[in-house]
């Protein structure tokens, strides 16, 4: 099976480093899947977006993201995201109170981390 290998990194920490089989990314042109030998390319992730990861092992790993970058070399996917956060860290009833905030940078990584928790919960 081919895989490619795959960062995810956040202004605060790296949050994931392996091989993976695909991974998707909402970016501002789109969803986008990335699988091994995807052409170069490098793209902007939208501000309450997702990130999937299938590991090459073990189970899929979602993560809400809020702006950053998307680079995919020949051989490696780079995630820069200015703020990111696995969807079982995410606190729900946290999120949902923050859907009403009227900080728009609130309330997108709020609609982010919700639409994470719901990606992480489909098979």
Not at 37 to 60: A, C, D, F, S, Y
Request: glycine share 8%; charged share 25%; proline share 2%.
């Amino acid at each position: 099976m081919a895989d490619v290998t795959v960062e995810l990194v956040s202004v605060e920490r790296m949050l994931w480093k392996g091989t993976a089989s695909i991974v998707t990314a909402q970016t501002t042109e789109g969803e986008i899947g990335v699988l091994p030998g995807h052409e170069p390319m490098l793209g902007q992730l939208v501000e309450n977006g997702v990130v999937t990861i299938r590991p090459t092992e073990g189970n899929k790993l979602v993560a809400a993201v809020q702006g950053g970058f998307l680079s995919v070399s020949k051989d490696k996917v780079t995630i820069l995201a200015d703020y990111a956060i696995w969807a079982d860290e995410v606190d729900t009833s946290r999120a949902e109170a923050a859907l009403g905030d009227s900080d728009s940078l609130t309330k997108a990584r709020a609609e982010a981390e919700l639409k994470a928790v719901r990606r992480s919960a489909e098979s």
